[in-house]
């Protein structure tokens, strides 16, 4: 079997496999066989096509899809149309290219992507599912922003979820900061992550109170990995941007209540570490923090006889050891799957900070480190903030 890499080839480059030539069989002036790609079946079965005649093995990469694992096998058609399906899979959205010959290639017949950091996946969406469906109801807005950071430099790029009716009025909102995974951007709460038909639909049912949700950028590079602990001896730009940079913008541009009980921060994966190193570094600043699939890395040793990392809690024994920062806290939550990679550091992250004497509320799952949690957690997690006293 041809060995799978995964490297990245732009749009058009995909396009032009399916404008590739007809194969032999078809007759000079003879249309290739339309294809239709993805088709998502009444019983939630998805099926995957893709047009490339000339090649010689082809798979399916999916990145929560049940049942896609490593990858799938496609099989080749009449008019070199390979065809694979997988599923039924649960209601939600959900990210996927083609390997075509250790080439990974957007799908060419689906419009829908997902930014990543370094990368562009195909998305397809399984409808059914209370929490993320798009419904009729009223609907916010999700914009591209893009700001100057002075901190780093450059330019930088967030997307902020305004609510129904912001355009329209002058009242002012409590806000989110919404952070983003490991090789994510901040694009992907708003595609694959549907963070913003999730409030719509809390929204309009009364279970959530209007917000902004600032959805930051979380890398700084190609691949810079930030959060990790350690941080207060060495430069930590995505903490200097969004302290600096990022969060004093939607202060100024945006209608917020910029106040401690009116301001929350949350993250999954890298996004719940830097979530944590931002609010224990200015714990004064936010009432509500969210950590999704994540905790302290480090915190639970290792592989082998690795100790426990005890350097982040030292590094912010002020702040976890601060009756007044704690008073002030009005919501510490934490959800992680019992089938996730991170459910030891989620747990132990847990049983730091209650012993330090913080009300974590604690949320364990079914499932692992997908979407399909991640979602659900900020569904749960929206309709605790902002409460009133």
Known sequence: MRKVTRCVVLAGAALMIAAAPAPAQNRPGQRPPAVISPVVSAEKKITFRV???????????GSDIPGTGRGVDMKKGDGGVWEASVGPAPPGSYRYHFNIDGVAVIDPRNPSTSESNNNTWSLVHVPGSDVSDTKDVPHGAVAAVTYSSRSLKRFRRMHVYTPPGYEKGGRKYPVLYLLHGAGDSDASWGTVGRAGFILDNLIAQGKARPMIVAMPAGHTGPFRFGGAPGAATRRDEFAEDFVNDLRPYVEKNYRVLADRDHRAIAGLSMGGMQTLNIAFGHLGDYGYLGVFSSGVFGIAGGRG????????????????DDPGLKKGLRLLWVGCGKEDFLVQTSDATVAMLKRHQFGVVSRESAGGHTWINWRNYLHEFAPLLFVEK
């Open 305 to 320: 006889n690795a100790p426990t990392n005890r350097q982040w809690e030292e590094q912010h024994k002020g702040a976890l």
């Open 51 to 61: 047009q490339a005649p000339k090649a010689e093995e082809v798979r399916l990469v």
